[in-house]
């Protein structure tokens, strides 16, 4: 039987955060699951069609690598989203994958990081996840992690995040989005209230892409850099993304092997059920 991992990641158009996160992530599952072959999908059209135009790169759209696994014959496929949250592009990724859900004979889809918290026989996603940066956490007087955000529903994750940190004496981490809540300024009242002068910018994203570069760690006057600094905060910008740190590359192969024992498969649904 032909065996498949399709990792799919919303993707970058910066070369070198491709590079350092996703395809460090790619042959750390090629040299963990040595029986699988291992395929590349990206889920953003606009930077699959920057790749193609800029640096002559083609990027396959989940549709377009799941038809050619099909076309190959492949019949085994696990499908690992590198996504942070269940948002859109998951979304996305559910309605794909449904859609080829017969024409293998067994077709798998992982969760994203932040997914289960607090439920009967499930895994605690956003604990793990704490431990996997804990070394970055616990160094600094103050973290900052820097989310994307989205008007998606599944936003409340990070407000889940920040109630989680606190649970587990993380007192001095915050969680803040560009696109979403907690916003910027609620950021801002957490440090005030806490007389806090020491930050720590950290991005809460796989890829040290444009939001990292740009909207968080550039010296642009709407950076949260220099935002933080013009109110007298003095701010280090950590400006790599999780992909580089090999404690949270671990949770996606976690997640791959719950797919092959049969652990969770069921994306929505805490029983044990071999479905997506």
Request: one cysteine or more.
């Amino acid at each position: 039987m032909k065996k498949a991992i399709l990792v799919v990641s919303f993707g970058t158009s910066h070369m070198d955060a491709l590079e350092n996160s996703i395809e460090r992530i790619e042959n750390k599952i090629r040299d963990e699951f040595k029986e699988y072959e291992i395929f590349r999908a990206f889920t953003a059209h606009k930077i699959i069609k920057k790749l193609k135009t800029v640096h002559n790169l083609y990027i396959d759209t989940p549709e377009e690598a799941l038809e050619k696994l099909y076309k190959d014959g492949f019949e085994e496929v696990i499908i690992q989203p590198l996504h942070i949250i269940p948002g859109e592009e998951f979304d996305y990724v559910k309605g794909v994958v449904n859609t080829f859900k017969d024409k293998f004979s067994s077709i798998k889809l992982g969760r994203p990081i932040f997914y289960y918290q607090g439920i009967e026989d499930a895994p605690e996603d956003y604990s793990l996840f704490i431990n996997s940066i804990e070394g970055l956490l616990k160094k600094n007087e103050c973290t900052i992690l820097f989310g994307h955000g989205t008007p998606h529903c599944c936003n409340s994750v990070y407000g889940c995040l920040q109630s989680v940190l606190v649970d587990e004496g993380y007192d001095n981490v915050f969680v803040g989005t560009v696109e979403g809540y907690p916003t910027f300024e609620t950021v801002l009242k957490r440090i005030r209230r806490r007389n806090i002068e020491n930050v720590m910018l950290v991005p809460l994203m796989v890829v040290a892409g444009d939001h990292v570069k740009n909207d968080m760690a550039s010296d642009e006057e709407d950076s949260w850099k220099s935002m933080l600094l013009n109110e007298g905060i003095n701010v280090e910008a950590y400006v790599h993304g999780l992909g580089e740190i090999d404690e949270f590359v671990q949770l996606y192969i976690s997640r791959i092997y719950d797919l092959i024992e049969n652990r969770y498969l069921n994306v929505g649904n805490t029983k044990k059920l071999h479905s997506v």
